[in-house]
């Protein structure tokens, strides 16, 4: 499973848009870039997806270069309630399972 | 749509004791999972089920015993608790070949 790098936390003001960078060095042909979002007490929730150039929806969007070795997470105009902890996957849809790793995420609060 | 039900959603066992954590489906997914998760740390895979009758081991799954009863549930077994399984667990499920799992809301557990 491609291991995923990102930083621990990062602060914000809300109305800003805020950037989280993953790096995925060994990520295999056949893999999709996954950012799940949790907030305390709670279950991570699945929030964007992509495989290559850029994908939006509603909550987010998800930029990731050609070389696809590293993406970003691009929240706008934050809000308090975006406070929680973000996390990056990489998922293979391989088979039955499909088991996700998830590292420690980024843990991202915004202020007034 | 209930999603992925957890119960009971608060425990505390004492050291030895052994309990079930119950978790159940009503999306029609193929795969399950168990996680567990520890304070300022990632989810960590105990085991999961990627159909029906099928079982396998995740990263940590000393201590524990899981039964896929049907492709609904899959529950998790301790059967002699100890201090170091105090954590929050997480049950999630997956149709095969989508993005994105869904979580429950978890299972706080503490061994005294």
């Known amino acids: 499973l491609a291991k995923t790098t990102q930083p621990i936390s990062m602060d914000s003001y809300e109305g800003q848009e805020v950037n989280i960078t993953c790096s995925h060095n060994?990520?295999?042909?056949?893999?999709?870039i996954t950012w799940y979002q949790q907030f305390p007490s709670q279950g991570p929730r699945f929030i964007i997806q992509?495989?290559?150039t850029k994908v939006t929806n509603e909550v987010a969007s998800l930029f990731i270069p050609a070389d696809r070795k590293s993406s970003t997470l691009s929240l706008p105009r934050v809000s308090l309630s975006d406070t929680a902890v973000y996390y990056c996957?990489?998922?293979?849809?391989?088979?039955?399972?499909?088991?996700?790793?998830f590292g420690t995420g980024t843990q991202l609060k915004v202020e007034l | 749509n209930a999603g992925v039900t957890q119960t009971p959603k608060f425990q505390v066992l004492k050291t030895g004791q052994s309990m079930t954590l119950q978790c159940a489906q009503d999306?029609?997914?193929?795969?399950m999972y168990w996680y567990r998760q520890d304070p300022g740390m990632g989810l960590r895979l105990i085991y999961y089920?990627?159909?029906?009758?099928?079982?396998d081991k995740g990263e940590v799954p000393n201590g524990y015993n899981v039964s896929r009863l049907n492709k609904r549930e899959f529950s998790l077994r301790l059967e002699s608790a100890a201090p170091s399984q105090t954590s929050v667990y997480f049950c999630?499920?997956?149709?095969?070949?989508?993005?994105?799992?869904?979580f429950g809301s978890g299972t706080r557990l503490t061994v005294v």
């Open positions: 999630a499920s997956r149709r095969q070949g989508e993005s994105g799992y869904t």
């Open positions: 060994n990520i295999a042909t056949n893999d999709y």
């Open positions: 992509g495989y290559k």
């Open positions: 996957l990489v998922d293979g849809f391989t088979g039955g399972g499909n088991k996700l790793t």
């Open positions: 999306m029609n997914h193929n795969s």
């Open positions: 089920s990627a159909s029906e009758g099928t079982t």
